[in-house]
């Protein structure tokens, strides 16, 4: 389908954070767009302000009977698979998210950024080396990055050449859609372990990935890590070990994790001709992304505030490894929102070890997201669990995110650092508070 000759597109499920990306684009190319979601939002009045026509509420009704292609969140499927088999009846094109994606791909010099850890933060580094250094690429991301010449928070860039730096996602294989000419894969965890079998098969994903490289392509990874190893293998692709450019990087960012994404993007750069001292140097005033470790603000109390999306036990252990490192002498206080009762039961073992950073913790309760209620797993259990590993810390579970939002205000002093984690809404603690 080529996206030139599209004049109007309709987008369920516009409030997403990969949907709002490709929503900006059309945007931006002049076409028309509208869209609905389930509820308001930042980025759904920030699309309106941007030209977009935007209902709340998921019917028919509010589909536009001329327009050219509908774009989905997968989500849909799931939450109500009537709206979805009648939108399938209007006889109108329909893309999901992942396959609007893979269009957007073709034809372009695709720079695939994956991995289960770091993907979004390696993402926005290596767009800000390439746009500092002129190769203006477009940018497609899973959060929110600061254009380096506008200064606006976005997830769409449109850049001049044929670059295109893709945030690639491994949920449901959805990242097979893409053509990429270069490959990051920062590292191979266990992860989505609701839809992947084992860490078997998520490895066999990112090896599908790997060959769809063409035979002039590459693969930029950490060749210390023996899943990654094992897909450079299967792929038969040249590969460039991303921990080689181990020189001296000053980064505002913390932790040893984000000076990994930052080596990996510091290859990607050199792989496409970006000198390394250049690119080191762009990356200087690289500030973060959306939910990455995002300071918030400074509470009444002088206690300082930041918000992060990590949902799994190694990017929490990371997490707070590294602001506990940052933060040398303050009492880190991780309130965390697990993400999925099937991600929660699955990694329970693991996330009751990732707390030891932390000083005092709190637990709220599971975001389900798609999933139904399980009995079987909760963030109570998980609490007890983290009490009985961190000892004479203070670890509770609390029931809302008001009773939250009340603790750390009586209870915050000037030494601390709150962290909000997770990757659902746990974020709207902090804006309760500050």
Sequence with gaps: M???????????????IGMSAIARMFLVDGKKVSGSDLADSEIVEALRKEGAEISIGQTLSVVPKNVDLIIYSVAIQVADPKHFNALKKLKIPLLSYAEALGEISRGKFTIAVSGTHGKTTTTAMLAKILIDAGLSPSVIIGSLMRHPKTGAQTNFIRGERDYFV??????????????????????IDEDHLDYYRDIDDICSAFSELAKRLPLSGAIITDFSDPRAARVVKEAGRRALDYQSFAKPIALQLPGLHNLHNARAALAAAAALGVSSAKATAFLADFDGVWRRFEQKGVLQSGALLYDDYAHNPRKVEALLLGAKEFFAGKRIVAVFQPHLYSRTKTLFNGFAKAFGNADEIIVSPIFPAREPFDASVSSKMLAEAIGKRERGKKVRCMNSFEAIAKYLRAHSGAGDVIITIGAGDIYKVADMIR
């Design 2 to 16: 080529a996206f030139s000759k599209i004049e109007s597109v309709h987008f369920i499920g516009i409030g997403g």
């Design 166 to 187: 893709v945030e690639a996602d491994e949920y449901q294989r959805n990242f097979l859609t893409l053509s990429p000419n270069l490959l990051v894969i920062t590292n």
